[in-house]
Every structure is written in structure tokens, then in C-alpha cells.
């Protein structure tokens, strides 16, 4: 029989933005069927911080959960996930969230590193997927707003944040950055969209795959389409009209020139002085006269909000100050040119930035993992704490071998020998060392803005927290 598709949407709250260094401390979904209609009980469960992270004291100002919270009501990473691929990872599931290809699945992805998991298979085996609706929000915004009332900021500018979505359409919302109250608001963000806009929410839906993708976006089309991404500016909706030029830096990659910007002031510039200005800091981004580049890439399996250049009716042209005109006029010089291959000069070879050397953060640093080693990792994650103590690392992967250790310390304490507690000790004391400065700058800054009482209750479990994990030494 055939799998009857369902979406799931989540959320997560964190103890911080890098999902290298900090940890989930909520996750919260829910199931429905096509039509957006719920199926089943939510999920919503607090995930345990180890005591060798110290969380970002802002974050928690925003989420209101303490570590002191996840520990007395949440389980360990490895607990967690097997809960997440018992009611998650259903066959036919399409995984939903909002600006969580970005952020969300980036935790989810070293979570599951971290815990022996393949990174990647949730999101594609059994006939599973993903999907972000920040972006379907944008183009909307962009190109059909009619029926939606869109925030926007108290200076006038453009905003789609979630709760002010919800607020202005008269939606529910009851406690905004609380997870699982921010899965019903998406969901009904989603209703509307749907309901206002059935044709642009259900192509975007249906096209969200990357051969979907590819087969509007890859340059052997040699047509303009329609692309909306954070990348863009807010004042044109974040929206714009590109060609494909080369493939990308690596397979499933395009890059594309945006052509709401005439090509000529480009030519004769150098593949040299165009990397200059792509990796250009933020102070000289902010400099006078700086001009960003007007190319940038699109992966396919990023679910990209991208459609056809026919969606670009009249009004639209007007609301985002770009016209067919320009867009054909640009497309003839571009081509007539040999911007193509200076362009893709640039990305030819991507961008190698400092790769992390811890391996917690080292899930982009050594290629994917093997065949042999997953069936090893199988037999990892199902070993017991009595198991552990006899488990051998003997993975091809040595990344794998240096995560055992810190598997062990932080899901199955009991397991560690007197040696492996005394090494847990020398790394957590130098991890929680590194971590410190910040943390107490920041419990200071927050600690001088008159906080409320229930901040002051968050900075005192915050100090808490601080004297009751860090070692003395330190």
C-alpha cells in the first residue's frame, strides 16, 4: 500500500545560535495530514544541557528555560532521539518549520552526529522530506499578498516574524519562543496561505524537492525565474528575478545572477577582485560605495522558494520596482558578455573557511559517513551502559572514535572507567574555561538592564548552573 503523506511541523528552543557549541533544550511538533488538519497527540519534550555547556544567557532570557529545567524534565540527547525517530521519522513524512533549514535542522543535524546517527536520512529516507516556509511566507509577500494583513515594523519597514504574522491575521499564539506554541501559529500561518493563495502555496509545496528545483533552476534551462531569499534585501521583499549561469561550487548548486542589476558594471572586473568583494567583512560591507555582488548560490535540496517568471503579473513587477523590460534587457547583456564563466570563476572553488577542530563541530570536516562504520553506529546505539563499558572504537571514521568518549559522559555516565572519567574531566574543564568569559560577560550586561523579576529568578538559575558545573580549578 502506499504511504499516505503527512507533514510534521517543529520547532526547537535552544541554548544558543551555533549549533557547534550549543545544545536543543526543547523540541516540539505536530502532525497533520495535506490539508493542514491535525493528526494525533503533539510532541513536546525538554532535552537534558550536559554540564559541560553553559548556555548563552540571552537565549534564555528569550525561551525561558533553564538547564536546571531540562534536567529535572528532559531526557539525554541519545533518549531523544530515539523518541524523535519513533514519532518523527514516519514513513511519507514531510518535515516542516520556519527558517529551519537554516537553524532547526542545523541542530538536528550535529544533534544526531553527536549521538551516532547519519546526519542526512531523516530528511530523505522512506520517502521523507523537508520543507521551510519562512521563504513561502516571503514570496508571498512578494508576489500574492492579497488576503493576508503583513506586519511590519514600528519604522515602516517589512517583517514576518511569526508572532507578528499571527497577531495581525487574528491567529493564536498564546506564548511566543515557547516551541510548541509556535508550531500551532506556523501551522496556521500555513491555513492562511493556503487558503488565501491555494495555487502559489500548492506549487510551492509540490515543488519543493531538488529535482523539482533543478528542473526550473539549473543553467541548462537558460531561463530567468523568480527567487526569494533572505540574501535579498527586505525593501524589495526579499524577492528578485535570476539566470542561471554555471553549476556551483559543488553538485546540486547553481549560480545565479540577479537581474534587477545591469551586467556591464561588472565586466572587465577579475575573478581575484569578485572573491575580494564575496568574502568581504562586515566592516567592509558597511563601508561607502560598496557594491555586493549581485550572484550568489542556490542549492536544490535547500528547498528554495523559487517559481516560473509568468508569477511576475503586473502588480508584482510594481511592488517589487522590477519590471519584465529590465529583466530581458539584462538577461541579452549578460549573455552577450563573458560575466557566465567570470561568475562561476568565483565559486568554482567555494569558500574553505576555518574548519572546526573540535569534533563535536566536525560534522562538514571529513566527508560522509561509511557504510561499515553506520552498521557500527547501529550497534552502538543499541548497546546498554554495561555494553559500553566493553565497546571497542574501532570505527574507519576517526571523527567517530573521538565522539565515543563524550557519547559516553553525556548519555551513560556509569559506563566511563576511573581513565575515561578523568579525560571527560580534563576536556569538560577546558570546554566550560573556554566558555566562561563570555557567559559571565553577558550575565553581567543582563544583570545591568534592570531586569524584571522573573529575569532575575532566570539570572540567578543561570549562576547557579555556572558554580554547580564548573570545576574548581577553573
Same mark, same amino acid.
Given at each position: 500500500?502506499?504511504?499516505?503523506?503527512?507533514?510534521?511541523?517543529?520547532?526547537?528552543?535552544?541554548?544558543?545560535?551555533?549549533?557547534?557549541?550549543?545544545?536543543?533544550?526543547?523540541?516540539?511538533?505536530?502532525?497533520?495530514?495535506?490539508?493542514?488538519?491535525?493528526?494525533?497527540?503533539?510532541?513536546?519534550?525538554? +532535552?537534558?544541557?550536559?554540564?559541560?555547556?553553559?548556555?548563552?544567557?540571552? $537565549?534564555?532570557?528569550?525561551?525561558?528555560?533553564?538547564?536546571?529545567?531540562?534536567?529535572?524534565?528532559?531526557?539525554?540527547?541519545?533518549?531523544?532521539?530515539?523518541?524523535?525517530?519513533?514519532?518523527?521519522?514516519?514513513?511519507?513524512?514531510?518535515?516542516?518549520?520556519?527558517?529551519?533549514?537554516?537553524?532547526?535542522?542545523?541542530?538536528?543535524?550535529?544533534?544526531?552526529?553527536?549521538?551516532?546517527?547519519? $546526519?542526512?536520512?531523516?530528511?530523505?529516507? !522512506?520517502?521523507?522530506?523537508?520543507?521551510?516556509?519562512?521563504?513561502?511566507?516571503?514570496?508571498?509577500?512578494?508576489?500574492?499578498?492579497?488576503?493576508?494583513?503583513?506586519?511590519?515594523? =514600528?519604522?515602516?519597514?517589512?517583517?514576518?516574524?511569526?508572532?507578528?504574522?499571527?497577531?495581525?491575521?487574528?491567529? /493564536?499564539?498564546?506564548?511566543?519562543? !515557547?516551541?510548541?506554541?509556535?508550531?500551532?501559529?506556523?501551522?496556521? +500561518? $500555513?491555513?492562511?496561505?493556503?487558503?488565501?493563495? =491555494?495555487?502559489? &502555496?500548492? &506549487?510551492?509545496?509540490?515543488?519543493? @524537492?531538488?529535482?523539482?528545483?533543478?528542473?526550473?533552476?539549473?543553467?541548462?534551462?537558460?531561463?530567468?525565474?523568480?527567487?526569494?531569499? @533572505?540574501?535579498?534585501?527586505?525593501?524589495?521583499?526579499?524577492?528578485?528575478?535570476?539566470?542561471?549561469?554555471?553549476?556551483?561550487?559543488?553538485?546540486?548548486?547553481?549560480?545565479?545572477?540577479?537581474?534587477?542589476?545591469?551586467?556591464?558594471?561588472?565586466?572587465? *572586473?577579475?575573478?581575484? #577582485?569578485?572573491?575580494?568583494?564575496?568574502?568581504?567583512?562586515?566592516?567592509?560591507?558597511?563601508?561607502?560605495?560598496?557594491?555586493?555582488?549581485?550572484?550568489?548560490?542556490?542549492?536544490?535540496?535547500?528547498?528554495?522558494?523559487?517559481?516560473?517568471?509568468?508569477?511576475?503579473?503586473?502588480?508584482?513587477?510594481?511592488?517589487?520596482?522590477?519590471?519584465?523590460?529590465?529583466?530581458?534587457?539584462?538577461?541579452?547583456?549578460?549573455?552577450?558578455?563573458?560575466? /557566465?564563466?567570470?561568475? /562561476? %570563476?568565483?565559486?568554482?572553488? @567555494?569558500?574553505? %573557511?576555518?574548519?572546526?577542530?573540535?569534533?563535536?563541530?566536525?560534522?562538514?570536516?571529513? %566527508?560522509?559517513?561509511?557504510?561499515?562504520?553506520?552498521?557500527?553506529?547501529? $550497534?552502538?546505539?543499541?548497546?546498554? *551502559?554495561?555494553?559500553?563499558?566493553?565497546?571497542?572504537?574501532?570505527?574507519?571514521?576517526?571523527?567517530?572514535?573521538?565522539?565515543?568518549?563524550? &557519547?559516553?559522559?553525556?548519555?551513560?555516565? /556509569?559506563?566511563?572507567?576511573?581513565?575515561?572519567?578523568?579525560?571527560?574531566? #580534563?576536556?569538560?574543564?577546558?570546554?566550560?574555561?573556554?566558555?566562561?568569559?563570555?557567559?559571565?560577560?553577558?550575565?553581567? #550586561?543582563?544583570?545591568?538592564?534592570?531586569?524584571? !523579576?522573573?529575569?532575575?529568578?532566570?539570572?540567578?538559575?543561570?549562576?547557579?548552573?555556572?558554580?554547580?558545573?564548573?570545576?574548581?580549578?577553573?
Amino acid at each position: 500500500m502506499p504511504v499516505k503523506p503527512t507533514l510534521f511541523f517543529y520547532d526547537l528552543e535552544t541554548s544558543g545560535i551555533d549549533p557547534r557549541k550549543q545544545r536543543i533544550m526543547q523540541f516540539a511538533g505536530v502532525r497533520t495530514d495535506e490539508d493542514l488538519n491535525v493528526i494525533g497527540e503533539p510532541m513536546d519534550v525538554k +532535552v537534558a544541557l550536559a554540564d559541560d555547556t553553559l548556555p548563552d544567557p540571552y $537565549a534564555v532570557f528569550v525561551t525561558g528555560i533553564t538547564p536546571q529545567q531540562t534536567r529535572e524534565e528532559g531526557y539525554s540527547e541519545a533518549e531523544f532521539l530515539k523518541i524523535f525517530y519513533e514519532q518523527v521519522c514516519v514513513p511519507g513524512t514531510t518535515i516542516v518549520g520556519f527558517n529551519n533549514v537554516r537553524f532547526d535542522d542545523e541542530f538536528m543535524r550535529f544533534t544526531l552526529w553527536r549521538n551516532y546517527y547519519d $546526519a542526512y536520512e531523516w530528511q530523505w529516507k !522512506d520517502g521523507c522530506s523537508r520543507w521551510d516556509l519562512l521563504d513561502v511566507v516571503r514570496m508571498t509577500r512578494a508576489l500574492r499578498p492579497e488576503g493576508i494583513n503583513w506586519p511590519v515594523t =514600528p519604522e515602516g519597514a517589512p517583517t514576518n516574524r511569526l508572532e507578528l504574522l499571527s497577531h495581525d491575521n487574528g491567529l /493564536a499564539h498564546e506564548k511566543a519562543h !515557547d516551541a510548541l506554541s509556535d508550531v500551532y501559529a506556523l501551522i496556521d +500561518v $500555513a491555513k492562511l496561505i493556503k487558503q488565501k493563495q =491555494p495555487k502559489l &502555496y500548492g &506549487y510551492l509545496y509540490n515543488n519543493r @524537492g531538488k529535482r523539482d528545483v533543478e528542473r526550473l533552476a539549473a543553467p541548462a534551462t537558460g531561463q530567468p525565474f523568480v527567487y526569494t531569499s @533572505g540574501r535579498y534585501p527586505k525593501e524589495t521583499l526579499h524577492t528578485t528575478a535570476v539566470l542561471s549561469l554555471a553549476e556551483g561550487s559543488q553538485a546540486g548548486r547553481a549560480v545565479v545572477y540577479d537581474l534587477r542589476y545591469d551586467p556591464t558594471e561588472w565586466v572587465g *572586473t577579475s575573478v581575484d #577582485e569578485l572573491k575580494k568583494i564575496r568574502f568581504a567583512t562586515r566592516d567592509m560591507r558597511a563601508a561607502d560605495g560598496f557594491m555586493p555582488l549581485p550572484v550568489k548560490e542556490i542549492a536544490y535540496n535547500r528547498c528554495p522558494a523559487v517559481a516560473p517568471l509568468g508569477t511576475l503579473d503586473a502588480a508584482a513587477q510594481e511592488r517589487l520596482g522590477l519590471t519584465l523590460e529590465t529583466i530581458e534587457k539584462h538577461r541579452k547583456i549578460l549573455l552577450s558578455t563573458d560575466l /557566465a564563466a567570470t561568475f /562561476a %570563476g568565483v565559486f568554482a572553488q @567555494g569558500h574553505e %573557511g576555518a574548519q572546526d577542530e573540535d569534533v563535536d563541530g566536525a560534522l562538514y570536516g571529513g %566527508g560522509f559517513v561509511g557504510d561499515a562504520d553506520k552498521a557500527k553506529m547501529r $550497534a552502538l546505539r543499541a548497546a546498554t *551502559t554495561d555494553d559500553l563499558k566493553r565497546f571497542s572504537a574501532d570505527f574507519n571514521d576517526e571523527r567517530l572514535n573521538k565522539l565515543l568518549l563524550r &557519547y559516553k559522559a553525556r548519555n551513560y555516565p /556509569a559506563s566511563l572507567s576511573s581513565a575515561e572519567r578523568e579525560s571527560w574531566e #580534563e576536556y569538560r574543564s577546558a570546554r566550560l574555561a573556554a566558555m566562561a568569559p563570555g557567559f559571565a560577560k553577558q550575565l553581567q #550586561e543582563l544583570a545591568a538592564k534592570n531586569p524584571t !523579576d522573573n529575569q532575575q529568578f532566570l539570572l540567578q538559575e543561570l549562576q547557579l548552573w555556572y558554580e554547580n558545573i564548573m570545576p574548581s580549578e577553573v
